[in-house]
């Protein structure tokens, strides 16, 4: 699985980001596609996340100001940002999740992308 991610650079407080991934590859193996961000000196996190099934997570910071979606072919994922705060600033990288049935689970990561949020 290949990822290709696009979207982010700089906002202000308050404003809207759009991040775009999109997977190519065994597709047809991915049973997540969502979201991380990572900090310098800190561990990568979940950002959101959606199923093969539709079924979506969010990290509790981010509930109710970031929306991930996905294309009907399952192929690419977005995530909204709205209502920005600085501490959203990190580095943000698309993942694939495959494997996770079957006891192989493997992630993919996408390049990573710079989110700036300023005050």
């Known amino acids: 699985v290949q990822l290709q991610a696009s979207g982010g650079g700089l906002a202000q407080a308050g404003g809207s980001l759009r991040l775009s991934c999109r997977a190519s590859?065994?597709?047809?193996?991915?049973?997540?596609l969502g979201w991380y961000r990572q900090t310098p000196g800190k561990q990568r996190d979940l950002v959101a996340t959606?199923?093969?099934?539709?079924?979506?997570r969010y990290a509790d910071s981010v509930k109710g100001r970031f929306t991930i979606s996905r294309d009907s072919a399952k192929i690419t994922v977005s995530l909204q940002m709205n209502n920005l705060k600085p501490e959203d600033t990190a580095v943000y990288y698309c993942?694939?999740?495959?494997?996770?049935?079957?006891?192989?689970?493997?992630?993919?990561w996408g390049q990573g992308t710079q989110v700036t949020v300023s005050s």
């Open positions: 993942n694939a999740a495959t494997g996770y049935y079957d006891n192989l689970p493997k992630d993919y």
């Open positions: 959606i199923s093969k099934g539709g079924a979506i």
């Open positions: 590859g065994s597709v047809e193996s991915i049973n997540f």
